[in-house]
């Protein structure tokens, strides 16, 4: 995502369009004097986010486009070699061997079962540091996946220049931070995970936060990170892994992750349902906290996402994009804030990647 071009979209939420006199208004004026012309119950816009230049509106012609050029994306997965992939080129890290098949190929059969146009591949584990099976499959598929680095917090700080090697040379997109891999006693906002924080802002790619042992023990960090580095964009992996509270603390711990939509970069996936839902497929207990996160951040910084292969033996695949609808479907949310969640908040984030026709 450049930080140098404009983000600006409209408000999801509402099937209504501005009359043919707004749109007309809408062409001719900037965005300083757009918000007296439109009333509450048309087309608004959300919150926006630019790095460098004044946001403006897109124009209704715009967003309708949109509407009819969205594909359906994938905002987590991972991918691994196979065995003998393994075997011959693509080693894994001594003590992380999968248990799942997650090679290219089953992705790819995956994928189109679903009709799922594209992805965001984030570094798994089983790989650790070494990128380069994930940077063979997006050699091949170079339209249909974005990559995302895994962070490398090394005290020595190599981990820097492996960031900016993966970014500017393997063509990355994204980079994961997991807490879980810094120095013992240390946090991410040491004087490693700031410098990495911030050239990821610097060369406009979004740090995606892994949260698995809970939000609670890395609140502080986010928010201390967001509000000395506001250029960086976040991406919240897996509702930050907020489950639907049963407890004053745990709902303590929910309202945490809706206050951080005070931050304009900030980024929810809604991802590995199976992860944070207290139920089965179809996951419904989470109807009311994607309601409340689109309240909170807007449809246009929501993204669905599988955490392929893990989700296969959950719920499989294509169960996993159905997920969504039912869920939505239980609050009920409009259609239009579906299509930002299942891709055009992706696309909108890594523009110019799965261009559509």
Not at 236 to 256: N, V
Not at 275 to 285: A, G
Request: glycine residues 6%.
């Amino acid at each position: 995502m450049s930080q140098n071009g404009k983000n600006e979209w409209l408000r999801p939420g509402s099937n209504r369009r501005p009359s043919d006199k707004v749109k007309m208004a809408m062409m001719r004026l900037n965005s300083t004097s757009l918000a007296p012309l439109i009333s509450s119950t048309t087309y608004l816009p959300s919150r926006t986010f630019s790095f460098s230049s004044p946001s403006v509106f897109r124009t209704a012609s715009t967003a309708t486009h949109m509407a009819t050029t969205s594909k359906i994306i994938d905002s987590h997965l991972h991918v691994w070699a196979s065995p003998q992939e393994a075997v011959d080129k693509y080693p894994y890290v001594p003590g992380q061997e999968p248990s799942l098949r997650g090679n290219l190929d089953f992705l790819l059969d995956c994928m189109e079962e679903a009709a799922v146009d594209g992805a965001l591949i984030v570094q798994p584990i089983n790989h650790k540091f070494d990128h380069s099976y994930v940077t063979s499959v997006l050699k091949k598929h170079p339209s249909k996946f974005v990559g995302c680095c895994l962070a490398n917090p090394a005290e020595d700080g190599s981990g820097l220049q492996q960031l900016e090697n993966l970014i500017l040379e393997d063509g990355y997109r994204a980079v994961r931070f997991n807490p879980y891999l810094w120095p013992s006693g240390q946090q991410m906002t040491n004087e490693i995970g700031k410098a990495l924080f911030s050239k990821a802002g610097e060369l406009g790619v979004p740090v995606g936060f892994m949260c698995m042992k809970g939000l609670n023990l890395h609140i502080s960090e986010i928010k201390k990170l967001c509000s000395e580095f506001p250029k960086t964009v976040v991406l919240l992996d897996h509702l930050a892994f907020c489950k639907p509270p049963l407890d004053d603390e745990e709902a303590k711990t929910f309202s945490e992750l809706l206050g951080l939509s005070k931050f304009p970069q900030v980024y929810v996936k809604l991802s590995a349902l199976f992860r944070v839902s207290r139920k089965p497929f179809p996951y419904e207990d989470l109807s009311p906290l994607l309601s409340q996160v689109i309240s909170s951040f807007g449809a246009n910084h929501v993204m669905w996402g599988s955490d392929f292969p893990f989700v296969v033996e959950e719920c499989g695949y294509k169960k996993a994009k159905e997920a969504v609808s039912i869920i939505a479907n239980q609050v009920p949310i409009s259609s239009s804030d579906l299509e930002w969640i299942m891709g055009r908040t992706a696309m909108q984030l890594f523009k110019g990647q799965w261009i559509s026709s």
